[in-house]
Nanobody, 124 residues
């Protein structure tokens, strides 16, 4: 059974940093991309970044470059999202998801399984 579990969400002050983790298990293949997305109330889910299992290649949404950094552990099943210089527009539920395939999309419709999400709040 494919499962993804996010952790690390919480409250952070404006300008602060936060790191989210995504633990995957039960994957059907060794070739996959794990992506990070976020969804704020009343807004569509938007892609942040994706990292490939095969070579660690990463891909970022244009407006997420610079403040968000995706990485993985050696087991390739644990992926982190390091967020810095957090702003008032960053609060959302952050999700990780897995796409079984040989590339890393940023379109949420192409991802097969999702975690339950982690709430990130930015407030002083």
């Amino acid at each position: 059974q494919v499962r993804l579990v996010e952790s690390g969400g919480g409250l952070v002050q404006p300008g602060g940093s936060l790191r989210l983790s995504c633990q995957g298990s039960g994957f059907l293949s060794d070739t996959y991309g794990i992506g990070w997305f976020r969804q704020a109330p009343g807004k569509e889910r938007e892609g942040i970044a994706c990292i490939m299992s095969t070579d660690g290649e990463t891909r970022y949404a244009d407006d997420m470059k610079g403040r968000f950094f995706v990485s993985r552990d050696g087991d390739k099943l644990t992926v982190q999202l390091q967020m810095s210089s957090l702003k008032s527009e960053d609060p959302a539920v952050y999700y990780c998801a897995v796409h079984f395939g040989s590339y890393c999309p940023l379109d949420s419709r192409l991802f097969d399984f999702w975690g339950q999400g982690a709430q990130v709040t930015v407030s002083s």
